[in-house]
């Protein structure tokens, strides 16, 4: 994706040199404090929201040179049965987390989550822009609502995030390896998902950090906040199963595709040439490579990883 320096009347753009080292600035990084960092901890905080703010990419989506496509390259495009839902996730995501940032009080904290929810932002600008540029349609997308409990929004744009991207960095890699995305379009989305990558790394280190400073009752309570996501999560995904809902918050009643996008969209990419276990491997394997950069000492996301891997072991190689 081109590389363009912010502010002024016009925006400049980059030479591939830079533009190499701001994709590495975003995907490599360590916390510069030495020795073991303690969950919870001041250093913790510093650490992973440091993360978040040093790995920012400045682009802009507006100044994206999208790729000319061929006729075959850009039906293909088009078929893949994900557009709907990545809109209106997107779109949920960033009301849900610009809410509860207004509600920290913490400056650094404040803003690592303004910046989460501003690239959210960006991410559907993304998806609006590539939709305008090779004549996707969309269902109408529904209103969104801000949210009237803050905190529990953002732990459902999180773990919602955490589900899906770790299916996401499986699909990209199956789109890359079989050509199905042309090399020029897999370079423009290539920092839109390892952005999704830094979001759910943030998310994890924030639930483990908030849990360990709130009072023991409070911790209870937070429990169950993140056990009524889940819920939700699991009852929202039968419905989606079932052709209800659009995915993480989407409004019944809207026009679904094929809900049951992470393996149709799979068969697609791959010329149906792919399995289950197949696609679980290279999920697997994605999201070990995706997060290899960042500094050990913070927490991975592990939810999808270790229900994949339980489910891996009752499938044939």
């Not at 744009?157 to 589900?163: N, Y």
């Not at 009524?228 to 989606?240: G, K, P, Q």
């Amino acid at each position: 994706m081109p590389e363009v320096i912010e502010g002024g009347e016009a925006p400049l753009t980059l030479d591939a040199a830079t533009v190499r080292a701001a994709d590495r600035a975003a995907r490599v990084w360590e916390a510069s404090a030495s020795g073991p960092i303690v969950l919870g901890s001041e250093a913790h905080k510093q650490a992973f929201c440091h993360m978040l703010l040093d790995t920012h990419n400045s682009y802009r989506p507006s100044v994206v040179d999208w790729p000319i496509l061929e006729s075959e390259a850009r039906d293909r495009l088009v078929s893949l049965p994900i557009w709907d839902i990545a809109m209106q996730t997107e779109g949920n995501a960033s009301l849900r987390v610009l809410s509860y940032a207004e509600t920290i009080t913490d400056p650094l904290l404040r803003e690592a989550v303004e910046i989460d929810g501003f690239e959210e932002t960006r991410h559907k600008q993304v998806l609006s822009n590539l939709v305008q540029a090779y004549g996707i349609q969309l269902a109408p997308e529904p209103e969104y609502q801000r949210p009237r409990h803050p905190e529990w929004a953002f732990l459902l744009a999180g773990f919602c995030e955490c589900v899906d991207t770790f299916f996401a960095f499986g699909l990209f890699a199956l789109a890359k390896r079989s050509g199905f995305f042309p090399p020029e379009l897999v370079d423009t989305f290539e920092p839109v998902v390892q952005e999704e990558g830094r979001h759910i790394l943030f998310f994890v280190n924030w639930v483990a950090w908030h849990r360990r400073n709130l009072s023991p009752w409070r911790r209870v309570l937070f429990a169950a906040k993140i056990l009524s996501v889940w819920a939700f999560l699991i009852w929202e995904r039968i419905d989606i199963a079932r052709g209800i809902e659009g995915g993480c918050g989407a409004k019944p009643g809207t026009e679904p595709q094929d809900n049951n996008f992470v393996f149709t969209g799979s068969k697609a990419i791959s010329s149906g040439n792919v399995s289950a276990a197949a696609v679980i491997d290279v999920c697997l394997s994605e999201h070990e490579r995706r997060f290899s950069g960042y500094d050990p000492r913070l927490l991975r996301p592990n939810v999808m990883p270790r229900t994949m891997r339980f489910v891996r072991r009752f499938m044939r190689r």
